[in-house]
């Protein structure tokens, strides 16, 4: 996994868009606005699923290494969140906070369960914090879209994202099903990264001279909004064969 952003950064990100989610929420017309980023949930089931998955992954943090899920941590344990706003706010910063808390006393080392092992990102605390950073700020944005006033996920947010997705949700030693490609990704703050899909799977590699089959470019926030699919891949510069990016975004690795 390429260098990220330090342990406390990351408490400190996840901290900040939560509070950024939650004022979004609080904004919002009413929490029965459907979100159009998130097709069939309101702003409410937004709010619950993020205030779930706080409280999950703080499970799983705290139930250390783990060869599988840690019981009661999958998506059916999720709680039930209060309907009134107040208490649906209040309800949110106290599932941040714990998992908030459950970091701090792990540490960025610990072992734990993760859904990417195969991936080039590590089954640690560290990584969740990394991976929570990215699950805040996407959702921040599709509660401010619902709430009539979307904003860029922040530089810092977004830079680091860009990379988090590509080592977490692309790495893999699945086959790639199409005839190898490898896709270029600019960030117009100055970062680049490079995606090489192959039978061999899917590998981060450095860039040199040799031209992409597709690339990328746009601000690091709208990348990474793509890669979350909150936004057409068509609102970036593009280059090279289109069509990489839908095989992309419609594969589904086996491990």
Same mark, same amino acid.
């Given at each position: 996994? *390429?260098?990220?952003?330090?342990? $406390?950064?990351l408490l400190?990100l996840?901290?900040?868009?939560?509070?950024a #989610?939650?004022? *979004?929420? &609080?904004s919002?017309?009413g929490?029965? *606005?459907?979100?159009?980023?998130?097709?069939?949930? %309101?702003? #409410?089931?937004?709010? !619950?699923?993020?205030?779930g998955?706080?409280?999950?992954w703080s499970?799983?943090?705290?139930?250390? $290494?783990?060869?599988?899920?840690?019981?009661?941590? +999958?998506?059916?344990?999720a709680?039930? =969140?209060?309907?009134?706003?107040?208490?649906?706010l209040?309800? /949110?910063a106290?599932?941040?906070q !714990?998992l908030?808390n459950?970091?701090?006393?792990? +540490?960025?080392?610990?072992?734990?369960?993760t859904?990417?092992? =195969?991936?080039? /990102?590590?089954?640690? /605390?560290g990584?969740v914090?990394?991976?929570?950073?990215q699950?805040? @700020?996407?959702?921040?944005?599709d509660a401010?879209? %619902? =709430?009539? @006033?979307? !904003?860029?996920?922040p530089?810092e947010?977004?830079l680091?994202?860009?990379?988090? #997705?590509?080592s977490t949700?692309?790495v893999? %030693? /699945?086959?790639?099903?199409?005839?190898? =490609?490898?896709?270029?990704?600019?960030?117009?703050?100055?970062?680049?990264?490079?995606?090489a899909?192959?039978?061999?799977?899917a590998?981060?590699?450095?860039?040199?001279?040799?031209?992409a089959?597709? &690339?990328?470019?746009?601000?690091?926030s709208?990348?990474?909004l %793509?890669?979350?699919?909150?936004?057409?891949?068509?609102?970036?510069?593009?280059?090279?064969d289109p069509?990489?990016f839908?095989?992309?975004? *419609?594969?589904?690795?086996?491990?």
């Open positions: 996994m *390429a260098k990220t952003l330090e342990f $406390p950064v400190r996840i901290d900040e868009r939560s509070v #989610f939650r004022a *979004a929420v &609080s919002a017309p929490l029965d *606005a459907p979100v159009p980023t998130c097709p069939g949930w %309101t702003l #409410f089931d937004l709010a !619950q699923h993020l205030g998955v706080h409280r999950r499970a799983v943090v705290a139930a250390g $290494p783990a060869a599988t899920r840690p019981a009661g941590t +999958g998506p059916d344990a709680p039930a =969140a209060p309907r009134e706003r107040e208490a649906l209040a309800w /949110s106290e599932s941040t !714990q908030l459950t970091l701090r006393e792990a +540490g960025p080392d610990r072992g734990c369960w859904w990417w092992g =195969a991936s080039d /990102s590590p089954q640690t /605390s990584a914090a990394r991976h929570q950073v699950e805040a @700020a996407v959702h921040t944005y401010q879209l %619902t =709430a009539g @006033a979307p !904003q860029p996920l530089d947010v977004a680091d994202g860009v990379d988090e #997705f590509l949700c692309c893999t %030693t /699945s086959t790639w099903p199409h005839e190898a =490609a490898v896709v270029d990704y600019h960030a117009t703050e100055g970062r680049s990264w490079r995606l899909l192959s039978a061999d799977g590998r981060i590699l450095a860039l040199d001279a040799t031209p089959t597709a &690339s990328a470019e746009g601000a690091a709208d990348l990474v %793509t890669l979350y699919g909150r936004i057409p891949v068509e609102s970036l510069k593009l280059d090279g069509h990489v839908g095989r992309l975004q *419609a594969w589904e690795p086996e491990d």
